[in-house]
């Protein structure tokens, strides 16, 4: 059974860093894009950020310059480094993947992280 695992997070002052890490486990041929996203209470996921399978990464412009996404295609790994992080970043962070099984490509989700900014 295909998993994203997710661990770290937590709370943290306005302006300091935290990393969140995202791990693919089970049987599976390949992992296509990895996505983070967030969900502020009573809204829908953001899209926060995305990188594909060759390492091109993009970020919503709330977060351009503060966040970055590192992959590591070796250890099926994907890790969200929050630096400046502000009150307004507070919200249940999700890792997203496309993966493959077989010959059928399935999207699948991480159990979410809650980030709080806070002093």
């Known amino acids: 059974q295909v998993q994203l695992v997710q661990s770290g997070g937590g709370l943290v002052q306005p302006g300091g860093s935290l990393t969140i890490s995202c791990a693919a486990s089970?049987?599976?041929?390949?992992?296509?894009?990895m996505d983070w996203y967030r969900q502020f209470p009573g809204k829908s996921r953001e899209l926060v950020g995305r990188t594909t399978h060759v390492g091109i990464t993009t970020y919503a412009d709330s977060v351009k310059n503060r966040f970055t996404i590192s992959r590591d295609n070796a250890a099926n790994t994907v890790l969200l480094k929050m630096n400046d992080l502000k009150p307004e970043d507070t919200a249940v962070y999700y890792c997203h993947a496309i993966i493959r099984i077989n010959t059928v490509f399935d999207e699948y989700w991480g159990q979410g992280t809650q980030v709080t900014v806070s002093s």
């Open positions: 089970g049987s599976f041929v390949a992992i296509g894009n």
